[in-house]
């Protein structure tokens, strides 16, 4: 496959609008990259949504060891269009600077379609593997790992050896990341004239009693993971009142936590809900409740056989050897990590942090370069053979 092949089919995803929904039409459009090969590939669509469906593309022999590439389909919205000098949707080329533009550009359409190029370049070149291939792409990951928590309970992950994330990141090859807890808490009071404020139940008030002993507790945890560092706790949105001389019926408020091993998210939604039930038998004047939203566990990797792999090929591509690192951002391998077999899952793909801003792009440059590194992992992680036998 030519260089000027592998940049249109990246401008063919991003000018696909799929912000926050419409991901069948990215994987109607990489299903049809698949096709001329349908004797050698296994093409399943995994709907989550109505317009929301999984990809699942599988190749090679069920034999041999298998590894995973996975990407998500769904962009962030492009917020004020005007901001923009090149359309978010249009993958405008700036051969002068190197630059491909456009919503996904970084996160994460070119890692999608580095690992979607890898697979056509080995069927393209007939070139047999031992092991399996397998492109998991994804929706709502932007939103919650909605896809990815709908094919690991199916099970598509559960025959791994080794996945790798094509998320953006090429300066390292990260191997654990925090897990995420999102939360929502509202209260509910009765509504009065504030002149008259003994009348009604302030939910607000109510609301206040949480927030203060949230943060208490959660400044009580100072534990410390090796890789990860300190759990975090954020109270991010708070929402409540319609008027000035009305008590407030409804409160609410959103909180976000980055979690470690050493505070585990069982014990940090025991610990909310416990706060939350304490305070509603302390005052019949309390109605608090707490909703976990699409909690993610911490993903941790030690010492294994994928990652220094990617450590030693990475030399022969970069300027160094990529560094092991961990991130504190969510991704979708905090969903496989619950898959029923253990394997490493490792995130490196083409990307910068022009993510989720104005004029988001990717440098070709690195783009093309990803795509020949994370060949050559694959292959070397699951053994080409020139007369292997494919089998169904």
């Given at each position: 496959?030519?260089?000027?092949?592998?940049?249109?089919?990246?401008?063919?995803?991003?000018?696909?609008?799929?912000?926050?929904?419409?991901?069948?039409?990215?994987?109607?459009?990489?299903?049809?990259?698949?096709?001329?090969?349908?004797?050698?590939?296994?093409?399943?669509?995994?709907?989550?949504?109505?317009?929301?469906?999984?990809?699942?593309?599988?190749?090679?022999?069920?034999?041999?060891?298998h590894l995973g590439f996975s990407g998500h389909m769904d962009v962030v919205d492009p917020g004020n269009v005007e901001e923009w000098q090149h359309g978010p949707?249009?993958?405008?080329?700036?051969?002068?600077?190197?630059?491909?533009?456009?919503?996904?550009?970084?996160?994460?359409?070119?890692?999608?379609?580095?690992?979607?190029?890898?697979?056509?370049?080995?069927?393209?070149?007939?070139?047999?593997?031992?092991?399996?291939?397998?492109?998991?792409?994804?929706?709502?990951?932007?939103?919650?790992?909605?896809?990815?928590?709908?094919?690991?309970?199916?099970?598509?992950?559960?025959?791994?050896?080794?996945?790798?994330?094509?998320?953006?990141?090429?300066?390292?090859?990260?191997?654990?990341?925090?897990?995420?807890?999102?939360?929502?808490?509202?209260?509910?009071?009765?509504?009065?004239?504030?002149?008259?404020?003994?009348?009604?139940?302030?939910?607000?008030?109510?609301?206040?009693?949480?927030?203060?002993?949230?943060?208490?507790?959660?400044?009580?945890?100072?534990?410390?993971?090796?890789?990860?560092?300190?759990?975090?706790?954020?109270?991010?949105?708070?929402?409540?009142?319609?008027?000035?001389?009305?008590?407030?019926?409804?409160?609410?408020?959103?909180?976000?936590?980055?979690?470690?091993?050493?505070?585990?998210?069982?014990?940090?939604?025991?610990?909310?809900?416990?706060?939350?039930?304490?305070?509603n038998m302390s005052d019949p004047k309390m109605k608090l409740k707490i909703e976990f939203i699409y909690p993610e566990v911490p993903i941790i990797n030690g010492?294994?056989?994928?990652?220094?792999?990617?450590?030693?090929?990475?030399?022969?591509?970069?300027?160094?050897?990529?560094?092991?690192?961990?991130?504190?951002?969510?991704?979708?391998?905090?969903?496989?990590?619950?898959?029923?077999?253990?394997?490493?899952?490792?995130?490196?793909?083409?990307?910068?942090?022009?993510?989720?801003?104005?004029?988001?792009?990717?440098?070709?440059?690195?783009?093309?370069?990803?795509?020949?590194?994370?060949?050559?992992?694959?292959?070397?992680?699951?053994?080409?053979?020139?007369?292997?036998?494919?089998?169904?």
């Amino acid at each position: 496959m030519t260089d000027n092949e592998k940049i249109t089919i990246l401008q063919n995803l991003i000018q696909i609008e799929s912000v926050n929904d419409h991901e069948e039409r990215v994987a109607d459009y990489i299903s049809s990259l698949f096709e001329p090969y349908s004797d050698q590939v296994q093409i399943k669509k995994v709907p989550f949504a109505e317009g929301r469906t999984n990809l699942v593309v599988t190749m090679g022999n069920k034999t041999g060891k298998h590894l995973g590439f996975s990407g998500h389909m769904d962009v962030v919205d492009p917020g004020n269009v005007e901001e923009w000098q090149h359309g978010p949707f249009s993958g405008d080329v700036d051969a002068e600077a190197g630059k491909l533009f456009g919503r996904g550009a970084s996160d994460m359409k070119s890692g999608l379609a580095a690992a979607v190029i890898i697979m056509l370049e080995l069927l393209e070149s007939g070139t047999a593997i031992e092991g399996q291939l397998k492109l998991l792409a994804t929706v709502g990951e932007e939103t919650g790992e909605y896809g990815a928590h709908v094919l690991t309970q199916a099970g598509y992950a559960d025959d791994l050896d080794g996945l790798i994330i094509t998320e953006p990141h090429m300066d390292g090859i990260i191997t654990s990341c925090k897990g995420v807890i999102d939360y929502q808490v509202t209260s509910i009071g009765a509504p009065a004239h504030s002149s008259r404020p003994d009348m009604g139940i302030n939910a607000i008030d109510n609301l206040i009693q949480f927030y203060l002993a949230a943060k208490k507790l959660m400044a009580q945890h100072n534990e410390v993971n090796p890789k990860l560092g300190k759990m975090t706790h954020s109270i991010d949105i708070i929402d409540g009142g319609k008027q000035v001389n009305s008590v407030p019926d409804y409160a609410m408020l959103k909180g976000n936590i980055r979690s470690i091993p050493e505070y585990s998210n069982d014990q940090i939604f025991t610990d909310l809900q416990k706060i939350v039930d304490d305070l509603n038998m302390s005052d019949p004047k309390m109605k608090l409740k707490i909703e976990f939203i699409y909690p993610e566990v911490p993903i941790i990797n030690g010492e294994n056989l994928l990652t220094k792999l990617a450590q030693k090929i990475s030399e022969q591509y970069f300027d160094q050897i990529l560094p092991v690192e961990s991130s504190s951002g969510a991704n979708d391998g905090s969903e496989f990590v619950q898959a029923k077999k253990q394997f490493p899952i490792i995130l490196v793909g083409p990307g910068n942090n022009s993510s989720h801003g104005y004029d988001e792009y990717v440098d070709i440059a690195q783009y093309l370069n990803s795509i020949n590194y994370l060949k050559d992992v694959a292959e070397q992680f699951v053994g080409v053979s020139e007369f292997a036998e494919v089998q169904d």
